[in-house]
């Protein structure tokens, strides 16, 4: 006998998210402009939502989610309103063109307008391309090129704001067909929405950037961010062929090394030719030169960094010795995370934030050589990778551990540019990776496994996991604040209490990448203490 439809984890995720969303609503501060948007964005992805379930929109459709999720929409579409204007109502620096009215605006446009393409899709019956060449991609240089000189103008007239409407659409359109396109079976729907909506609004605030001061590191993180989509088109001829080869295993054929010289030779070139000089362009000095400088600034700083690679280092050993998985193996990167992330926030934000983008930028740029098996390297990083899988890793691409440094990092890239590092490892909101991806979701892995009985209505995890997050939550909250006395939420530990509750229920209902959702979940929570 089936359960009832209320009972199913999807519904239970609407829920939290939208406890959540009164959360950030309710405070006297937040704009009614906010909260409208909010308010829109969360009834449009869920009744949009609900209508794909309800028509089985991703078992009929040709593009491959991920099996065994529910679509995520709602959450994946909402997220980012979440932060946006959780971010905006605490910011003491909104004279920045990070967030400004034309990014609001391009936020509640980018977020309504996805769900009502899909929308338009189910009904219209659209189907996307079955294939994509090389030259089908470099539309979108056009699209981004208009973009950047619409943005740049002085003044907005109706015709300029309709071409940034067009081409940011254009945008959306380009990164979702890419992602489910080139790693099929990778993304449920809410995910590839995130990641191709965040993509299109850094794109966005990159244009905008061109001919107006940012600060270094952002520079820094728009560039490795957005490196990596410009890598991957410079590859995509190559890759393709790489691919579709029979060779992938010793001996190999003079035809599969000469493929993968060329793989790498694509990689330089868009390093060499696009990348470091777009860099260069916005440090006004010699990436290089400025990135060696800044490392070495301070003896602290060195110390950071060689007490970081020491880690790394040991990771690696991980992965080299342990020839099978289990839960307790999977979360010591959890741990390890945590071990990098605490003394960063509090002691050199800055540092971290330019090491977080730098790995970010490493991590995909590995993945490019493990899902394309790049000669000599590929083989064995899908060997050693293969040891790690989990239920969430069933597409081309393995995303969970670059998903773990994304949930990290996001709450201090943001907290940088809306807050600013004067005010570096004093709240919370900037350990809300650590928080609920070190300590809470991996008590809650570690502690269901061994004691959870009880599971959630229609979900393999447990009560007693549960429980186990948001105790071990509460008591890393305590940690940091004996750590940074600084770290006191000034209505009380009672708003905590309720921020780390909702993230811990949300890390059992979800079955989106929990790597990805929690830590910007709970830093739209936290920010707002």
């Known amino acids: 006998m089936t359960k ?9 995720e609407s829920v939290v998210l939208g406890a959540g969303l009164v959360t950030i609503m309710l405070p006297v501060s937040t704009q009614l402009e906010n909260s409208a948007v909010l308010a829109i964005v969360f009834i449009l992805s869920w009744y949009v939502q609900e209508v794909l379930r309800s028509k089985g929109f991703e078992q ?13 929409l709602l959450i994946g579409n909402l997220l980012i309103p979440m932060v946006t204007s959780s971010s905006l109502s605490s910011s003491t620096n909104q004279d920045t063109p990070h967030f400004n009215a ?4 391009l936020v509640l446009y980018v977020c309504v307008l996805t769900p009502l393409v899909l929308l338009g899709c189910v009904f219209l019956k659209l189907k996307p391309a079955t294939e994509y060449r090389f030259h089908h991609h470099l539309w979108i240089l056009g699209v981004v090129g208009l973009l950047a000189w619409a943005l740049l103008q002085p003044g907005y007239n109706v015709a300029t704001i309709c071409i940034v409407l067009v081409t940011v659409s254009l945008t959306v359109y380009f990164f979702f067909t890419r992602l489910l396109y080139f790693l099929p079976g990778s993304f449920t729907l809410g995910e590839a929405v995130f990641v191709s909506e965040s993509l299109t609004l850094l794109t966005a605030l990159s244009a905008s950037s061109l001919m107006r001061p940012i600060t270094h590191l952002f520079a820094c993180l728009q560039v490795l961010t957005l490196g990596c989509v410009v890598t991957g088109l410079a590859v995509s001829p190559v890759a393709n062929r790489l691919l579709k080869h029979p060779y992938h295993h010793p001996p190999y054929g003079w035809a599969y090394v000469k493929l993968s010289l060329y793989f790498y030779l694509c990689v330089a070139s868009a390093i060499i030719l696009v990348l470091l000089p777009w860099l260069g362009y916005f440090l006004g000095q010699q990436p290089l030169l400025w990135g060696l400088y800044f490392v070495t600034a301070t003896r602290l700083r060195m110390v950071l960094l060689c007490v970081w690679v020491v880690l790394v280092m040991g ?11 289990s839960t307790i193996v999977r979360k010591y990167f959890h741990i390890l995370a945590i071990c990098i992330y605490v003394p960063g926030i509090l002691y050199d934000v800055d540092l971290l934030y330019l090491a977080s983008a730098g790995t970010v930028f490493i991590f995909i740029l590995l993945e490019m050589l493990r899902v394309f098996r790049v000669w000599p390297v590929g083989g064995s990083l899908h060997s050693a990778f293969l040891v790690f899988l ?3 890793d069933s597409g081309v691409a393995v995303l969970t551990h670059i998903y773990l440094l994304l949930g990290m990092a996001i709450p201090v890239w943001v907290y940088t540019e809306t807050i600013g590092n004067s005010h570096q490892g004093s709240s919370l909101a900037l350990y809300s990776g650590v928080l ?11 502690f269901g496994s061994l004691y959870g009985k009880i599971k959630w209505p229609g979900s393999k995890k447990t009560v007693e996991g549960t429980c186990a997050a948001f105790v071990s939550q509460l008591l890393g909250c305590y940690i940091l604040h004996c750590l940074d006395p600084r770290i006191s939420p000034p209505y009380g530990w009672l708003d905590v209490v309720w921020a780390v509750g909702l993230t811990s229920i949300l890390e059992a209902v979800t079955t989106q990448i929990d790597n990805l959702v929690l830590p910007i979940f709970m830093y739209s929570l936290l920010i707002r203490l």
């Not at 209320?6 to 519904?11: D, I, N, Q, Y």
């Not at 009929?60 to 995520?72: I, L, V």
């Not at 990771?315 to 998985?325: C, E, M, N, Y």
Request: aromatic share 6%; with cysteine; hydrophobic share 40%.
């Open 4 to 12: 009832p439809e209320v009972l199913t984890p999807a519904w239970m």
């Open 60 to 72: 009929s459709s040709e593009m491959k989610f991920r099996p065994h999720s529910c679509s995520g």
């Open 102 to 105: 034309l990014f609001q605006s």
């Open 315 to 325: 990771a690696v050993g991980v992965i080299l010795l342990h020839q099978s998985s």
């Open 390 to 392: 989990d239920d969430q």
């Open 436 to 446: 609920s991806l070190g300590v809470g979701d991996t008590a809650a892995s570690i």
